[in-house]
């Protein structure tokens, strides 16, 4: 059960980096426009 | 006189020797306009940044240096074929932004602590059965704890906040019993936690907190949705003023800009877009969206004009005064005031659940906590049940019941054409059995229409029509649309205060006052039918045809006002038009209870003597002289084309030009109300099930995290019914 010291305390600091990569995207304007972001994906590059 | 444009007031300074404006652009509707309007925009030299927001229909524009005229941009996007103009973001949109931001970070700390304090809380409910030792569950309760309570902390935020608002002024509201609940859970926990104890409830206050920060960033998202569309429409209205510089010369300003004692000039067919008074010219003015009154006014030196009036023959001179100077609008704002009053005194649905529930449930741990001390368990055994009690009470269900429906039926309602302005519109609406009608710009359309079209030749139609497009006269416009003329004739003279006229084949044709086309008598046959229409005459050469122009009722006024007595609701029109008009719709209508000539206070006066013999009011109105009503009756509804201060008043605004999204409003609401009350039932019938259960002390983490999660889901789901109202008859 000593692996629990190694583990936890790594689930927790990826859980930490999923949640300031979140704050990040928010910060960043990428939810202010979340129709126009679904069609740039599928647009054609500029020539 | 071509004024130059103005828009500097728009133009922001974006640091480091860049500018920024914010354009409104309407008709932007998939990713092809999205690259062509970015494509043609970066073109212009120097534009450094062209990026189109979809969500909003707004494009965020910088350039380099500031010699650049934002004029330009809204050029080129016309070439591109989409109708732009700058857009200054409102207050209340600016903080409802911010809002839903500060929002959804909530909702992100919670949903980070929910699923990380699941994951330390399943091994421990698995483990309470097996072979888990006593050590390991400590540390993860102390884990539990060091993620749940500054996680809480702040996520916890909105609700503490409003609870505490809430308690300040002696009420009690939704968050007051979730603040309870949470802060007594996630208390109990650490004490349990402290004393190596078996069970903690981290993971059910976090996960409510969760949940209910779903609810509340939903609701919140569909109004700042709204908001933005509100902020568009009105930018699009793109109200200017041409105002007159220090040196004389004239420059087309945006109302925003426009300061108390500018000067500003007023052209015949143009609507004012400020209050002032005349210093200089004489006019006719249509002031049918103040007053209701479609009978034109004689403006002189010292008149006073109102923002929405539309001029109709000669050039004035106005100056612009502060708001409120005015007669008839210090009159208004003094009858709004009383009015707001009020209608502040509203409960909400929501708050007057939780005013029965919040006592209810806080007697029943009272009750348990007495109940089994009596029996003769310990204090900490009686204490840690009673709190049991109010965790699985703690109304996640509850909280959700109203948000859910309400976000729902708002997404609906906006698809319909509505706007919701003020959040408890839906419950209110839902209970209306009498609706007062505005009749001017209200019931009928704010411009004018030919009404007899059919019974004029179509060529004849079509050269008037031809003809009318050189003239910026109101009732001319009307004539030209009802022709659909695109190409005016060339060589056309106009006769100030009289008409216009053209050489067409050698023979000469007019367009104007019957006297000035020598149609006079067939103008009196017209006027003597229709006596609340104007006349306007066309000859050519010796014929003369006569156009009777006047406001037409909207397109389905009479199928929707039918609809509204079907569905029980009684309608009376109230309206500052003279008699002789506001019969003739009401004839027309099928509506028997009518006024004419009302004031602003005589409107009141009959809503409060409505809402004395017991019946609920809905008015729907556009004229400033309603706003004092809308604000009166219980609920109120404008047209997008209202003057500013009623649509401010309203609680909703339709759009279009069609009646039909009043009643599909009422139809919306009424089963959003529907969907409320089964959703309070609900999450109060799971009370009645899971409050026996926590009083015996049989509550573990584990069911208080199932029965949780279970509730709000089935109240998410139920709420999702208000998306569709079943097809009735109209």
């Not at chain 2, 006297?515 to 229409?533: K, N, T, V, Y």
Request: charged share 20%.
């Amino acid at each position: 059960m000593e692996v629990l010291v190694i583990l936890v305390p790594l689930a927790l600091a990826l859980g930490l980096l999923g949640l300031l990569g979140f704050l990040w995207s928010l910060r960043s304007g990428q939810y202010d426009d979340l129709e126009g972001a679904a069609w740039r994906a599928i647009a054609d590059d500029e020539p | 006189m071509q004024a130059a444009r103005d828009f500097s007031h728009y133009v922001r300074n974006a640091g480091s020797g860049h500018s920024h404006i914010d354009l409104a652009v309407e008709g932007v509707s998939c990713a092809g306009c999205m690259s062509k309007i970015e494509r043609g925009l970066s073109a212009i030299p120097d534009v450094t940044l062209a990026r189109v927001n979809l969500t909003d229909r707004r494009v965020a524009l910088e350039w380099r240096g500031s010699a650049l005229d934002p004029a330009r941009f809204i050029d080129r996007l016309a070439e591109l074929g989409y109708k732009a103009y700058p857009f200054e973001a409102e207050r209340a949109e600016t903080v409802e932004a911010e809002r839903s931001g500060f929002l959804l970070r909530c909702l992100g700390v919670a949903a980070f602590a929910t699923m990380n304090v699941m994951m330390l809380s399943v091994p421990v409910w698995s483990g309470n059965v097996g072979d888990m030792i006593s050590e390991q569950r400590d540390f993860f309760h102390w884990l539990s704890a060091l993620i749940a309570l500054p996680a809480a902390a702040y996520a916890g935020q909105p609700f503490f906040r409003s609870a505490y608002q809430a308690l300040r002024s002696r009420n009690v509201n939704m968050d007051v019993p979730i603040s309870v609940g949470v802060v007594l859970a996630l208390g109990m926990s650490l004490v349990e936690t402290i004393h190596h104890a078996e069970h903690t409830y981290f993971d059910a206050a976090i996960m409510l907190l969760t949940f209910l920060l779903v609810g509340r960033y939903l609701d919140q998202n569909m109004r700042r949705r709204t908001r933005a569309v509100a902020g568009n429409l009105a930018a699009l209205k793109a109200e200017t003023a041409t105002r007159f510089s220090d040196t004389g010369e004239i420059a087309e300003v945006p109302v925003a800009a426009i300061r108390a004692g500018d000067v500003v000039l007023l052209r015949p067919g143009e609507r004012c877009a400020i209050d002032g008074a005349v210093i200089e010219g004489r006019s006719e003015v249509d002031q049918s969206l103040i007053t209701g009154e479609t009978r034109h006014v004689t403006a002189t030196y010292g008149t006073a004009v109102y923002a929405g009036s539309l001029n109709i023959s000669g050039t004035l001179r106005i100056r612009v005064s502060a708001a409120s100077e005015g007669t008839l609008l210090a009159e208004v704002t003094r009858l709004l005031d009383n009015a707001l009053q009020a209608r502040s005194r509203y409960v909400r649905l929501a708050d007057r659940a939780s005013r029965l529930y919040a006592p209810v449930v806080h007697a029943a741990a009272l009750l348990t906590m007495v109940g089994w001390v009596l029996i003769g368990v310990t204090w900490h055994d009686a204490i840690v049940t009673a709190i049991a009690v109010l965790i699985i009470t703690c109304p996640c269900a509850l909280g959700l019941a109203i948000p859910t429906v309400q976000t729902v039926a708002s997404g609906a309602m906006f698809r319909a054409g509505v706007l919701l302005n003020s959040g408890d519109a839906i419950e209110r609406l839902a209970e209306i059995d009498w609706i007062i009608f505005d009749k001017t710009g209200t019931l009928t359309l704010p411009q004018l229409d030919v009404v007899n079209s059919a019974s004029i030749p179509a060529d004849v139609l079509e050269l008037a029509g031809r003809l009318a497009l050189a003239s910026h006269h109101p009732v001319a416009a009307a004539v030209a649309r009802a022709s659909q003329a695109t190409a005016p004739l060339p060589g056309v003279v106009e006769e100030p205060g009289q008409g216009v006229r053209a050489m067409v084949d050698g023979v000469e044709v007019r367009l104007g006052r019957p006297s000035f086309c020598g149609a006079d008598r067939l103008a009196d046959e017209i006027l003597m039918r229709d006596p609340e229409a104007s006349a306007v005459a066309f000859s050519r050469g010796e014929a003369c045809f006569v156009f009777a122009v006047r406001q037409s009722l909207r397109p389905d006024a009479s199928a929707m006002i039918c609809a509204l007595q079907a569905r029980g609701i009684a309608v009376e029109i109230a309206s500052g038009d003279r008699e002789l008009a506001v019969r003739a719709a009401a004839q027309s209508l099928g509506i028997g209870e009518w006024r004419a000539g009302v004031t602003p206070a005589d409107k009141i006066a009959r809503i409060e003597e409505l809402k004395l013999q017991g019946f609920t009011v809905m008015m729907v109105g556009d004229g400033l002289n309603d706003a004092p009503a809308l604000a009166a009756a219980n609920v109120s509804m404008s047209p997008i084309s209202a003057a500013h201060l009623s649509q401010a008043t309203a609680d909703l605004v339709f759009l279009g030009s069609a009646l039909a999204p009043v009643v599909a409003a009422v139809d919306f609401s009424r089963k959003a109300l529907q969907l409320m009350r089964q959703n309070l039932w609900l999450a109060v019938g799971y009370n009645f099930l899971a409050v026996p259960i926590a009083m015996a002390g049989f509550v573990t983490p584990l069911i208080a995290a199932v029965a949780m999660s279970g509730s709000s889901v089935l109240v998410m789901l139920n709420a999702l019914r208000g998306r569709r109202v079943a097809p009735r008859r109209l």
